[in-house]
């Protein structure tokens, strides 16, 4: 029998078994999918944003729904910790721009392999096609149900009981369900009297109404996007914004999603701003066009169309200046400043789960200890990851919230176990 069972074979559960085991536990890891960390292999493009460089006054402010729950985690295992710790164990890493940090190698399949790798020279049992049906506790052990299949044959296998004095549930949330994230650990927690705060997704697509399909495939470069709820202004940030079939996203409109999918849920009115010249206010984007048109040697007297479609030209992407046109039938050289500042788009929905890079909601951060990830309600039981109602920005921080609180899950796993021997 093993000393702590880990349920999740994500970034956060592989952590806790390898910060469990380095403490001499003998730990098994549950994993339904037939290979560990099989969601990590997407992240970051194919490349895996493993974390950030920035310091914890910056990085607390991409963590919601309160960074304070995560400060602890965050300071028994770092990002500059994870940075040393991947480096030591034979994943050298990179800094790019932004601060994210990546494998030397860019390739994300390096991250889980280097892990897998730990956890084996460590002990841990790893088993894999191993879908847990259900937990209980009695005895003062926990037990997990599990489901084996053949990951061959693809064929089931007879119902085998794992148990052990110490349970840690690292199951994720809801996002991206083909990875095996179903939820599952939800249903885990509420058989061992947690409660779950309301889900939903986040760091994902939002779709404006009347959207022109012409704008799919197009990225912008260091462009301005503003949120607006109701006619107010929440937020306002800079970045790389991208049009795809399933609306405005990229790192830019990720950040402002969180808010506007909890708006569009409450039947709120939602409204992103584009700001196609962040640089410039609205003053100095007029003299740019009137010497943009003094240079083409017209004047707004006789611009034309043709001459006023090569202005346009000059001031976005050309593959932008159809969709723009066709969304301000009544643009004209006088309020053309105005909407390249206030391109207005009206948000009518959003991607869910089966495309949002991370679930928000989850086990409430007031039913778990921070200084130790161990649950308030469940003596010898510990939560980590994407399962909490705690998630981050894009940028590396998810991942970095994932192996902090899964460190810390471990370890404090780990002192379970010596206090209960020598009891």
Known sequence: MSDVIVIGGGPAGMMAAI???????????????????????????????????KSWSEFSTHIHPSANFLKPAFFNFSNAATIDYFNSIGLPTTVEQGERVFPRSMRAADVPAVLVERMEKLGVEIICSSHVLNVSYSDALFHCLCSRSDSLRGERMDMVKYSAPVLI???????????????????????????????????????????????????????????????????????????????????????????????????????????????????????????????MGVTAANVGRNRFRTLLRGLMPAALVDPFQHHHPDLSLSNLPDKLKEWRFEIKSYTGYERAVVTAGGIPQKEIIAKTMASKKQPNLYFAGEILDIDGDTGGYNLQVAFSTGALAGQSAAQQILKLKSL
């Open 19 to 53: 910060k469990a085991a380095e403490k001499g536990c003998k730990v098994t890891l549950l994993e339904k999918n037939n290979i560990c960390g099989k969601k990590i292999l997407i992240t970051g493009k194919g490349r895996c944003n493993l974390t950030n460089t």
């Open 169 to 295: 549930i690292a199951t994720g949330g809801l996002s991206y369900p083909g990875t095996g994230s179903t939820g599952d650990g939800y249903e885990f927690a509420k058989s061992l009297d947690h409660s779950v705060t309301e889900t939903f997704p986040s760091l994902t697509a939002l779709m404006p109404r009347k959207y022109d399909t012409d704008l799919v495939g197009i990225e912008l470069k260091n462009v301005g996007l503003s949120l607006f709820i109701d006619m107010d202004l929440i937020k306002i940030e800079d970045g790389d914004l991208t049009f795809t079939s399933n609306g405005i996203e990229g790192a830019l409109g990720f950040r402002l999603s969180r808010r506007a999918v909890l708006a569009l849920m409450n039947g709120q009115r939602v409204e992103l701003v584009l700001d196609l010249k962040p640089a410039l206010s609205l003053e100095k984007l007029r003299a740019r066009i009137s010497r943009d048109l003094e240079r």
